[in-house]
């Protein structure tokens, strides 16, 4: 993890924390002076998102150490479980939402009308959620931090119970309070499926699942791009944590120098990793006349539909090289080159008869 990443995701966890405080603050106030059931549930609610965010703050801290002898791929595998402290937080809110709707509908017990200084500070409270929404999904999803991207998701969800409970003010004010856990109701839907979104893409990076196909398609493309590479195969990429550790073979012509396989090695590993989503690069290299190849299905098709789109493109559709093509290819000049060999070889019996006379008439004039 570069320094620029440590410092970018330290400091969106510091400002989502001084916000959250500082809406307890203001809601707080509020509360304080009109007595708003709804005014007071946001400060409860900002008050356990600053806890949390204090947690989120403390895991991105300890996700951006730098590798050590204990952790020598560095610590990014804690952010997902960071994502998912964030989703039981997300799931605790949906859940306490729900039920103070329910139980306020069937008591038939609604806040009180907060007046301006409430609807003011419930506005104030979903413009400020909405900023920190915007500025830590751009963050995360520019710096691959999925702690910062459920941080961000989070902050929707609190733009929607800042909606409700806005709607509970103005209710109230118009007569009408029982709109309040209605809409409070409705929103504790968005709420659980937002837990749901956060679980889910979190999970895929602990178990080590496959990334998307577009990225796996350019990692392919980029090892054949090289022009010594003749195939690829066994290409296996994964995430570890939030990054994705690749392996694969690449066939190389057999009669090379070990410095030259280990240049054509490095050169590749080196195309692979300046991916921005890739952490580790492994490459394997096989020497094209042991026929190691093998069918890569997978990667057949990776190369064939690019090269599809590239004719579409107007490219013509040399997009890719594909190992059994780079074969029969390598196949056929040898062949030839056998030909051309053997037609060197061979000599005719009027050749040998001439070379014959020409030894005699050597050794007679040696002998005058």
């Given at each position: 993890?570069?320094?620029?990443?440590?410092?970018?995701?330290?400091?969106?966890?510091?400002?989502?924390?001084?916000?959250?405080?500082?809406?307890?603050?203001?809601k707080g106030s509020v509360w304080w002076g009109t007595g708003s059931l709804a005014v007071g549930s946001e400060a409860v609610n900002s008050l356990?998102?600053?806890?949390?965010?204090?947690?989120?703050?403390?895991?991105?801290?300890?996700?951006?150490?730098?590798?050590?002898?204990?952790?020598?791929?560095?610590?990014?595998?804690?952010?997902?479980?960071?994502?998912?402290?964030?989703?039981?937080?997300?799931?605790?809110?949906?859940?306490?939402?729900?039920?103070?709707?329910?139980?306020?509908?069937?008591?038939?017990?609604?806040?009180?009308?907060?007046?301006?200084?409430?609807?003011?500070?419930?506005?104030?409270?979903?413009?400020?959620?909405?900023?920190?929404?915007?500025?830590?999904?751009?963050?995360?999803?520019?710096?691959?931090?999925?702690?910062?991207?459920?941080?961000?998701?989070?902050?929707?969800?609190?733009?929607?119970?800042?909606?409700?409970?806005?709607?509970?003010?103005?209710?109230?004010?118009?007569?009408?309070?029982?709109?309040?856990?209605?809409?409070?109701?409705v929103v504790s839907i968005g709420i659980f499926y937002t837990g749901y979104e956060i679980v889910r893409d979190n999970v895929n990076y602990l178990?080590?699942?496959?990334?998307?196909?577009?990225?796996?398609?350019?990692?392919?493309?980029?090892?054949?791009?090289?022009?010594?590479?003749?195939?690829?195969?066994?290409?296996?990429?994964?995430?570890?944590?939030?990054?994705?550790?690749?392996?694969?073979?690449?066939?190389?012509?057999?009669?090379?120098?070990?410095?030259?396989?280990?240049?054509?090695?490095?050169?590749?590993?080196?195309?692979?990793?300046?991916?921005?989503?890739?952490?580790?690069?492994?490459?394997?290299?096989?020497?094209?006349?042991?026929?190691?190849?093998?069918?890569?299905?997978?990667?057949?098709?990776?190369?064939?539909?690019?090269?599809?789109?590239?004719?579409?493109?107007?490219?013509?559709?040399?997009?890719?090289?594909?190992?059994?093509?780079?074969?029969?290819?390598?196949?056929?000049?040898?062949?030839?080159?056998?030909?051309?060999?053997?037609?060197?070889?061979?000599?005719?019996?009027?050749?040998?008869?001439?070379?014959?006379?020409?030894?005699?008439?050597?050794?007679?004039?040696?002998?005058?």
């Amino acid at each position: 993890m570069s320094e620029d990443r440590r410092r970018v995701v330290r400091r969106v966890g510091a400002v989502v924390l001084g916000v959250n405080l500082a809406l307890v603050l203001a809601k707080g106030s509020v509360w304080w002076g009109t007595g708003s059931l709804a005014v007071g549930s946001e400060a409860v609610n900002s008050l356990a998102d600053s806890v949390y965010s204090l947690v989120v703050l403390a895991g991105l801290y300890l996700t951006t150490q730098p590798p050590d002898f204990e952790h020598p791929h560095g610590h990014e595998r804690i952010e997902p479980f960071v994502s998912l402290f964030v989703a039981v937080g997300v799931f605790v809110a949906g859940g306490a939402v729900l039920w103070n709707a329910a139980t306020s509908i069937l008591s038939g017990s609604y806040g009180v009308n907060g007046g301006t200084a409430a609807v003011a500070v419930l506005v104030a409270t979903a413009g400020a959620k909405y900023g920190l929404y915007r500025y830590c999904l751009r963050i995360g999803e520019e710096r691959h931090s999925p702690a910062i991207v459920a941080a961000a998701l989070d902050n929707r969800n609190d733009i929607l119970t800042a909606g409700a409970a806005l709607v509970g003010v103005l209710g109230a004010s118009a007569g009408v309070p029982v709109l309040d856990p209605i809409a409070g109701a409705v929103v504790s839907i968005g709420i659980f499926y937002t837990g749901y979104e956060i679980v889910r893409d979190n999970v895929n990076y602990l178990v080590g699942a496959a990334p998307p196909e577009e990225l796996r398609r350019e990692i392919l493309e980029r090892a054949l791009e090289h022009p010594q590479v003749r195939g690829a195969h066994d290409v296996v990429a994964h995430y570890v944590g939030p990054e994705i550790d690749v392996s694969l073979h690449i066939e190389v012509e057999g009669q090379m120098t070990l410095f030259e396989a280990h240049d054509i090695e490095s050169e590749v590993v080196e195309a692979v990793r300046a991916m921005p989503e890739v952490d580790d690069v492994f490459v394997h290299v096989d020497p094209k006349e042991l026929g190691e190849w093998k069918p890569d299905d997978e990667a057949d098709r990776l190369v064939e539909s690019e090269s599809e789109l590239s004719g579409r493109d107007g490219d013509g559709g040399g997009g890719g090289r594909t190992e059994s093509g780079s074969h029969a290819d390598d196949d056929s000049d040898s062949d030839d080159e056998s030909r051309s060999d053997g037609d060197d070889d061979e000599s005719s019996p009027d050749d040998d008869d001439a070379r014959d006379r020409s030894v005699g008439a050597a050794e007679d004039r040696s002998s005058v």
